[in-house]
């Protein structure tokens, strides 16, 4: 928990450091403050009021300073909260900032979007809410043990033996209580993700699955929540009476302790001796009340340490290694040298034995089935990962080589998934070029068939798209993101299936402007339209990731191999389309 924080903290560690020694000495005080009550007491019970009055300063001074000592510790408190807050967020952004753009998938994004809100505003309110109390009541039973050496050796042995056996228990059901709880979260995020699919995918579970709208789905995903939620509860509850059962037997030992005591010394009983015996009783009781406080505060403490886990793995995923010196590439060639690559090492490469030249300025579309690897092959040229084996280079540079800032600059992406961010449709095609002019905006709107979509709107450019583009289709969303890395002007133009969300007439306006930008940029394209692919310098057909042929359609189109084939079904499937609309005009 310590490392934690002080990874979010980085440079701002002395205030943890501060606000722990602060709550360490007022825990101590505190339980010296106990302590004093000894010589009060045994005055009180001796009959001795000068002895019990001289014994009341300290008390009164102790317990004076712990209550100005407290609101110390708590300003404290607030301080380190709002440095988790302010200084954790950054760094946290920071360490994502320098992670690999294909870390970014749902389940990642999602972790990151709570733990960077609910988690971190959680572990800001640990100090004042959790962390005082907690280490106060861990620190004042040690005090309150060295005052019961002094009065009764037994008892104390015994109290001393108890808190590592406290600690064991506590440790026990922390543990059993943190797997359920990941079994909790875990079935969470499946009924989520079944809700969010369940609303998304309407039209596809009601034709399938009738009026139900494939709402057993949805309800088996919540019966497990259900189930594993029932299961927490049984495990937090039993893990709290099983912690005061601890505690409360520790104090049972203490009281059998006293009266072994009290029996063994029949018959010879001092005064003195029973007064000891007494305050060690009424110390018994206050060693064990902040420890039952501990044992209340044990499922707070599992809910935070889980947030922090979520931390952990955040910082624990190694952010691209950046050069110290930049190189400066030759042109906006690419070049993949004998690349293998595979997500994880455990996974089947993805990529393997890929060589691949690609001259600046050229046109080269990849084509091939569906989990070839065409989208990992463009993504690398991005440098959304590193590759295991080989290099992939820019004007004859590693992009390993090159400064993260160059890279982006020098590169833009059109992909299948188009995100918009919430503003008007102007702000979406301009987020890649701050000093971009209205006249600028406007030019790449008509080059991406923009000017379409906005002339039917009430605000036109300034029409607002909604979070992640909600109020617009998936093709208005696409040709948004096209106007958007067309503006950009980037000198290395990276799509994938740029088109597939659009119609025919503005397939061919897409198609236009890739052939204006031929000679102009480099342009790496996965496509499946055939008057995009007849258009490149180059075709390459990838096959179980590998590199089955590459050429010019004119040399591929003649030979036997997979790009035959794939022009094949391209034409059958195209003429399908054009027997099914002249049957329709015959048909009316």
């Not at 749902?106 to 907690?134: F, I, K």
């Not at 037997?249 to 029949?266: K, Q």
């Not at 001796?273 to 064990?288: G, H, K, T, Y």
């Not at 624990?316 to 030759?330: F, I, R, Y």
């Amino acid at each position: 928990m310590l490392n934690t924080f002080l990874r979010l903290l980085g440079n701002d560690a002395d205030v943890l450091y501060r606000y722990l020694g602060l709550t360490l000495l007022y825990g101590l005080l505190n339980g010296l403050t106990i302590v004093a009550v000894i010589p009060v007491l045994t005055g009180l019970l001796g009959h001795d009021i000068t002895a019990a009055t001289r014994g009341l300063v300290p008390m009164l001074v102790g317990t004076g300073l712990c209550w100005a000592l407290r609101r110390v510790v708590e300003k404290a408190g607030v301080r380190f909260g709002m440095a988790v807050l302010q200084t954790g967020r950054h760094r946290l952004s920071e360490h994502v900032a320098r992670l690999p753009v294909g870390w970014f998938g749902p389940d990642n994004t999602a972790r990151l979007s709570h733990v960077s809100t609910q988690g971190m505003m959680a572990l800001a309110q640990l100090p004042a809410h959790v962390l005082t109390p907690l280490i106060t009541s861990v620190i004042t039973p040690l005090a309150v043990v060295a005052g019961l050496f002094w009065l009764n050796l037994q008892m104390a042995l015994i109290a001393l033996v108890t808190l590592p056996l406290l600690l064991a228990v506590f440790t026990l059901t922390a543990r059993k209580g943190q797997r359920s709880d990941a079994r909790f979260h875990a079935s969470s995020a499946r009924a989520s993700r079944r809700m969010v699919e369940f609303a998304q995918a309407q039209s596809v579970l009601r034709a399938f699955n009738g009026e139900d709208g494939g709402a057993r789905f949805v309800q088996q995903a919540i019966a497990g929540q259900q189930q594993s939620a029932r299961r927490l509860i049984h495990v937090s509850a039993m893990s709290v009476v099983l912690n005061s059962w601890a505690v409360q037997a520790s104090f049972a030992a203490l009281l059998a302790a006293a009266g072994w005591a009290l029996h063994s010394s029949a018959g010879s009983t001092t005064p003195a001796s029973m007064a000891a015996l007494m305050v060690a009783l009424v110390l018994a009781s206050r060693f064990i009340d902040p420890l039952l406080e501990v044992a209340s505060y044990s499922e707070v403490l599992r809910g935070a340490r889980g947030q922090l886990a979520v931390v952990d793995e955040l910082f624990a995923v190694q952010p691209l290694p950046m050069p110290q010196t930049a190189a400066e590439p030759a042109d906006n060639s690419v070049a993949f040298d004998d690349v293998s690559f595979g997500y994880t090492a455990d996974q089947a490469p993805i990529l393997q034995g890929i060589n691949l030249h690609i001259a600046a300025g050229s046109m080269t579309a990849v084509v091939g089935a569906s989990g070839s690897g065409k989208t990992t092959l463009v993504r690398l040229i991005a440098r959304f990962f590193d590759v295991g084996q080989g290099s992939v280079q820019i004007g004859g540079v590693d992009v390993r080589q090159l400064s993260s800032a160059w890279l982006a600059a020098q590169t833009s992406q059109i992909f299948q998934d188009a995100y918009l961010f919430q503003g008007s449709i102007a702000a979406n095609i301009g987020v890649g070029r701050a000093d971009a002019s209205r006249e600028q905006i406007l030019q790449a709107a008509e080059q991406a068939g923009v000017l379409e979509i906005v002339a039917r709107l009430p605000y036109g450019l300034d029409t607002q798209v909604g979070e992640g583009g909600a109020r617009l289709s998936g093709g208005e969303r696409q040709r948004i993101a096209i106007a958007r890395a067309l503006l950009k002007d980037a000198p290395i133009l990276l799509i994938d299936e740029a088109t597939s969300a659009l119609d025919a007439e503005n397939q061919a306006a897409i198609a236009q402007t890739l052939a204006r930008l031929r000679g102009k940029r480099t342009l790496v394209v996965i496509a499946h339209q055939l008057s995009t692919v007849e258009m490149a310098d180059q075709i390459v057909v990838l096959e179980s990731g590998r590199i089955a042929e590459r050429g010019s359609h004119a040399q591929l189109s003649r030979q036997a191999g997979p790009y035959a084939r794939f022009l094949a079904q391209r034409r059958a499937a195209k003429g399908w389309r054009l027997a099914a609309a002249a049957a329709d005009e015959e048909a009316t």
